[in-house]
């Protein structure tokens, strides 16, 4: 079967059923799991499905307008942007990793994922478990002081040491926002 023959099946099983599962899917395309997920992830990069904690889902339209950030309402275009996903499969789009980690503080409860791009290999990483620059010199014209996301600390390391800013993951950088960044940029904006 061709990848995009498994894809439109991917896709018309989630239309008819709120949750499937990757072996469900496998089996019904007699492929590999594998094969499964790397058709997933290209779905997902497309906007037509989601990974959630419990399995393959349609992708719900977003509460805010698109282009818009559910935080600050600036403008949210998709090299910085972060995307909530909440239990309820509704979702909301942040312009930069900043927005959305003071968004994650307001809303925690209901945050089931967090998707955004690593800003240097511009790939999809799961936000949560990503290594956090904070406030580098790097002028993104964003929220300040800015927050940068990465997949992996070697990356961020090697970018700190030119661009300056502090390290840390998801568990530091939400209070470190909360409490010593705040967000000016919210003020004016809304």
């Known amino acids: 079967m061709?990848?995009?023959e498994r894809q439109k099946i991917i896709v018309d099983m989630?239309?008819?059923h709120d949750v499937v599962q990757v072996s469900d899917i496998s089996r019904v395309c007699q492929v590999s799991e594998m094969t499964i997920y790397r058709d997933v992830q290209k779905l997902e990069q497309?906007?037509?499905v989601q990974k959630t904690s419990r399995g393959i889902t349609a992708l719900v339209p977003e509460q805010t307008g698109s282009d818009t950030c559910a935080y600050c309402q600036k403008p949210a275009g998709d090299r910085l942007s972060v995307q909530l996903v909440y239990n309820n499969r509704s979702q909301e789009?942040?312009?930069?990793?900043?927005c959305a980690l003071l968004r994650f503080d307001e809303k925690s409860d209901e945050v089931v994922?967090?998707?955004?791009?690593?800003?240097?290999?511009?790939?999809?990483?799961?936000?949560?478990q990503a290594v956090f620059v904070m406030n580098s010199s790097l002028p993104l014209f964003c929220c300040?002081?800015?927050t940068l996301v990465f997949q992996r600390q070697e990356e961020a390391r090697k970018f700190a040491a030119g661009f300056g800013g502090s390290l840390m993951n998801f568990e530091e950088a939400v209070p470190f926002v909360r409490q010593d960044m705040g967000c000016a940029c919210r003020s004016s904006h809304t």
Not at 93 to 98: E, N, Q, V
């Open 2 to 4: 061709k990848p995009l």
């Open 14 to 16: 989630v239309h008819h």
């Open 46 to 48: 497309e906007g037509r």
């Open 93 to 98: 789009k942040t312009c930069c990793g900043h």
């Open 113 to 128: 994922q967090m998707i955004g791009r690593d800003f240097l290999l511009d790939t999809t990483i799961n936000v949560r």
């Open 144 to 146: 300040s002081p800015q």
